[in-house]
């Protein structure tokens, strides 16, 4: 698991943004 950064509370929408930012950005 994550360590918790206090912006977002949920991982799964950290690993999801970047997961899409990783899609755009090779």
Do not use: R, T
Not at 9 to 22: P, Q, R, T
Request: hydrophobic share 55%; proline share 8%.
């Amino acid at each position: 698991m994550w360590a918790p950064d206090g912006l977002l509370s949920c991982d799964s929408l950290e690993i999801l943004l970047i997961v899409i930012i990783g899609d755009y950005v090779p």
